[in-house]
């Protein structure tokens, strides 16, 4: 039973325009998400995180939101550009699990000019 | 069977010790791949196999010696570890290309 979903395996966003990335979880003992980035050939890195005492965290040009009573949250990227285009993971932990990962499936993002 | 099963979940070896991790799944992926996780870091790339052919080797020691036996199978043999080697060790595997993955559970490597 996948634990941390995310439903689109790809999205293709006009450059300029927002990116919206989407990830839903099961497990309420999640207490931190992570989103992280990757291009071909090498390992995620880390993008954004946020705390489940909080529902929104920006750096940037990318957003995360948590809705903790839906069990979802988002990236958003805004402008979008061609350098984004890359496989984004949403990931999650719990304190009770040592903070071990849980990784969704991730969804690749195309940036068309 | 839509999971990566890897095992055992936890391993404590001495570093004279040879031991293997195995990865399985039973999807169809024709990509595997072999990464390595420190506590609250990303996970590394170690290894990638596209259609039971080492495709990417990122540098890894040859300490790390990976194994395709067939298209559902990936291990890592592990020979004369160093105890920074001690990590969480995650097998993953996709359709083929860049998306899609799923991850295993890992496997908890203690060296001492």
């Known amino acids: 039973d996948q634990q941390v979903k995310q439903n689109s395996p790809s999205l293709s966003v006009q450059e300029g325009r927002i990116s919206i990335l989407n990830c839903d979880y099961t497990?309420?003992?999640?207490?931190?998400f992570l989103w992280y980035k990757k291009y071909p050939a090498e390992g995620p890195t880390f993008l954004i995180s946020?705390?489940?005492i909080k529902d929104k965290n920006e750096d940037g040009r990318f957003t995360v939101f948590l809705n903790k009573s839906a069990k979802h949250l988002s990236l958003h990227i805004v402008p979008s550009q061609p350098g984004d285009s890359a496989v984004y993971f949403c990931?999650?932990?719990?304190?009770?699990?040592?903070?071990?990962?849980?990784w969704g499936a991730g969804t690749k993002l195309i940036i068309k000019p | 069977d839509t999971e990566v099963t890897q095992t055992p979940k936890h391993l404590v070896m001495g570093m004279t010790n040879k031991k293997s991790l195995k990865c399985e799944q039973h999807m169809g992926h024709r990509a595997m791949y072999w990464y390595k996780q420190k506590a609250k870091k990303p996970p590394e790339l170690m290894f990638v196999y596209s259609y039971e052919k080492l495709s990417i080797n990122e540098s890894v020691p040859s300490r790390f010696s990976p194994e395709c036996p067939n298209s559902s199978l990936l291990n890592l043999h592990l020979h004369a570890l160093q105890p920074e080697d001690s990590a969480l060790y995650l097998c993953a595997s996709s359709p083929q290309g860049d998306y899609g993955y799923t991850f295993g559970s890992g496997t908890r490597l203690t060296v001492v």
């Open positions: 497990n309420s003992m999640f207490d931190y």
């Open positions: 946020i705390s489940s």
């Open positions: 990931a999650a932990s719990a304190v009770d699990s040592n903070y071990q990962l849980i």
